[in-house]
């Protein structure tokens, strides 16, 4: 049943006006209950109030968490897939940075335009290259994060 919330004006001098709260079927029934039971005199701004739902048990917020999993997951996998993620992102990058740069469009490989196959292979060389400097920086990357630590340097955090 919901529950609704008025400014009730009692004619007692003692008590005067009253910020109530009731439970009704309908706001006129709310009304009808603040003067019956209460004994107000006058009714006003009567809404109702809606449920706080963090102090229910059945819903329990978990966006924080799933937030913080999808992170590790993401985390773990550029870890161990470093070579190909770098890879991909260097490659997708110069391809992006090469079209603009050359002005080609994917309709002009398309046509026997001599110049579109020239600006074609410029792409196509600066996405190789760039995908291939990422996949050594990956794989750097990868052997640095597995090398464990030498006994030089365990001496040096002792």
């Known amino acids: 049943m919901p529950r609704y919330q ?7 001098s003692k008590i005067g006006r009253q910020k109530m709260e009731i439970s009704a079927a309908t706001r006129q029934g709310a009304i009808d209950q ?3 039971v209460y004994g107000a005199r006058q009714v006003s701004d009567v809404r109702e109030v809606k449920p706080e739902t963090n ?6 917020d978990t966006s924080g968490a799933a937030g913080l999993a999808v992170l590790a ?6 870890v161990s897939f470093a070579p190909w993620v770098l890879m991909f992102v260097g490659g997708s990058a110069a391809a992006w940075l ?4 050359t002005g080609l469009d994917l309709e ?5 335009d001599p ?8 792409v196509f060389v600066l996405m190789l290259s760039a995908g291939f400097f990422g996949f050594y920086k990956g ?9 464990p630590d030498t006994p030089a340097q365990q001496q040096i955090k002792k």
């Open 139 to 147: 794989t750097e990357l990868q052997k640095w994060i597995n090398t």
């Open 34 to 36: 603040f003067k019956k």
């Open 108 to 112: 002009d490989t398309s046509n026997s």
């Open 55 to 60: 102090n229910t048990s059945s819903s329990v």
């Open 6 to 12: 008025a400014e009730c004006y009692f004619a007692d």
């Open 73 to 78: 997951v993401l985390a773990w996998a550029f």
């Open 98 to 101: 090469g079209t603009k740069i």
């Open 115 to 122: 110049n579109a196959t020239i600006k074609g292979l410029i």
